[in-house]
């Protein structure tokens, strides 16, 4: 009986064993990038896009404007290039390598790849967070439909402290912030986003 149960008890072991290994597994495989990615002159028109946005929501003007992903994510790859420093997700010593959205009908999905400090080979982990975006009463918000790190997901919990740490990527973001902060209503489509101030 002892002998039936020491056996269980090895079984039990190389059970937790392997899915020990298979979490691992699943982090340390890194999603790749699946947005449009634009080009530096998709990065200057996003550029003039929020100079533009900016004047109109100062002059209390009604307007909307479309965004592409391809734009969006030249000046996402154009900021993390200027910046190319080590940032601090809360606790999280991690180097940012990119940032990019993609958009469609269903919300977005923000993907960050970073290579942490302690990684001496410097393998690379994507963080990822899907989301819709929703603006009510004047308030601009995201709904956390998501999230996952490496191929692993992560449950609703997890999700809510993954995008809290990849908001912490856009803190000095003070014009984005106060740009989504005077909408009245986004709407995505595929590859694209119309943001309305009413």
């Not at 191929?151 to 989504?180: C, D, H, N, Y």
Request: overall charge positive; charged content about 25%.
């Amino acid at each position: 009986m002892a002998g039936r149960n020491r056996g269980f008890g090895r079984w039990i072991h190389i059970l937790v064993d392997i899915c020990l290994i298979a979490v691992i597994v699943l982090v340390l495989c890194a999603a790749k990038p699946t947005a449009a990615l634009g080009t530096d002159e998709d990065a200057r028109a996003f550029q003039d896009k929020l100079e533009a946005l900016q004047q109109r929501i100062e002059s209390g003007e009604r307007f909307e404007q479309s965004v592409d992903e391809k734009e969006l994510n030249a000046y996402l790859a154009a900021k993390v290039e200027r910046t190319r420093q080590a940032a601090d997700a809360g606790g999280l010593n991690v180097d940012i390598d990119s940032l990019s959205v993609t958009l469609d009908e269903q919300g977005f999905v923000f993907l960050v790849v970073t290579r942490w400090r302690w990684q001496r080979v410097g393998k690379r982990i994507s963080c990822e967070v899907r989301g819709v975006p929703r603006v009510t009463a004047g308030v601009f918000r995201i709904d956390i439909t998501g999230s996952r790190v490496g191929r692993l997901p992560l449950p609703g919990p997890g999700a809510e402290w993954m995008a809290s740490k990849i908001g912490t990527v856009f803190a000095q973001s003070g014009r984005e912030r106060e740009i989504l902060g005077s909408l009245s209503a986004i709407e995505l489509h595929k590859g694209q986003a119309v943001l309305r101030v009413n």
